[in-house]
């Protein structure tokens, strides 16, 4: 027969070989020097960040100077300025060539007065009837020029022979 075998359950074995000790140590010593050089580069990135927005502020601010908020003084020139802006841009010679070649001529102008802001003049003439009146309203809403002419007032003469009318009309300039 054979020899009888001779299992031991109960033994003690070393836990770790010595070989398994030197790889664990490896691999810490790999984690703590992946770990620094991990933090240098995350410090090095804040530090090249840094610059970047350094740079780009100094870029932006050559590019977009800070304006010094204006004076009461300036911003009062700068009013009158472009109020005499509008004034010379009125369209005069285009206006006044409308209003006075009206084909028909019962109508007299009497005045006309602007406000540039609105872009709108304000006709005072006298018609020799309500008819002319009208006809003449009707050439002014049919200009190119003129847009919105409207009546805003009328008076018959009746004291004065022939029964004028005297009415007044606002229209709007179109700006070009």
Same mark, same amino acid.
């Given at each position: $027969?054979?020899?009888?075998?001779? /299992?031991?359950?109960?033994?003690?074995?070393?836990? *770790?070989?010595?070989?398994?000790?030197? #790889?664990?140590?490896?691999?810490?010593?790999?984690?703590?020097?992946?770990? #620094?050089?991990?933090?240098?580069?995350?410090?090095?990135?804040?530090?090249?960040? =840094?610059?970047?927005?350094?740079?780009?502020?100094?870029?932006? &601010?050559?590019?977009?100077?800070?304006?010094?908020?204006?004076?009461?003084? &300036? $911003?009062?020139?700068?009013?009158?300025? *472009?109020?005499?802006?509008?004034?010379?841009?009125?369209?005069?010679?285009?206006?006044?060539? /409308?209003?006075?070649?009206?084909? %028909?001529?019962?109508?007299?102008?009497?005045?006309?007065?602007?406000?540039? #802001?609105?872009?709108?003049?304000?006709?005072?003439? =006298?018609?020799?009837?309500? %008819? &002319? $009146? /009208? &006809?003449?309203?009707?050439?002014?809403?049919?200009?190119?020029?003129?847009?919105?002419?409207?009546?805003?007032?009328?008076?018959?003469?009746?004291?004065?022979?022939?029964?004028? #009318?005297?009415?007044? /009309?606002?229209?709007?300039?179109?700006?070009?």
């Amino acid at each position: $027969m054979s020899e009888p075998l001779h /299992i031991d359950f109960a033994r003690n074995r070393p836990r *770790l070989a010595p070989a398994g000790l030197v #790889v664990l140590g490896a691999a810490v010593v790999l984690l703590l020097v992946s770990g #620094v050089l991990l933090w240098r580069a995350y410090d090095d990135n804040d530090r090249v960040q =840094e610059r970047f927005e350094e740079a780009r502020h100094r870029l932006f &601010a050559k590019t977009h100077p800070v304006r010094a908020q204006p004076t009461a003084a &300036a $911003m009062h020139a700068e009013k009158q300025s *472009l109020a005499v802006l509008r004034e010379l841009t009125v369209p005069w010679q285009d206006l006044l060539s /409308i209003l006075e070649d009206y084909p %028909d001529h019962d109508v007299a102008l009497i005045g006309i007065d602007h406000n540039p #802001v609105q872009s709108q003049i304000r006709i005072t003439a =006298e018609a020799k009837n309500f %008819d &002319a $009146m /009208i &006809a003449y309203l009707r050439y002014l809403q049919s200009s190119k020029l003129l847009r919105e002419a409207v009546l805003n007032d009328h008076e018959i003469e009746a004291n004065v022979p022939g029964t004028p #009318v005297r009415f007044q /009309i606002t229209a709007v300039w179109s700006r070009s």
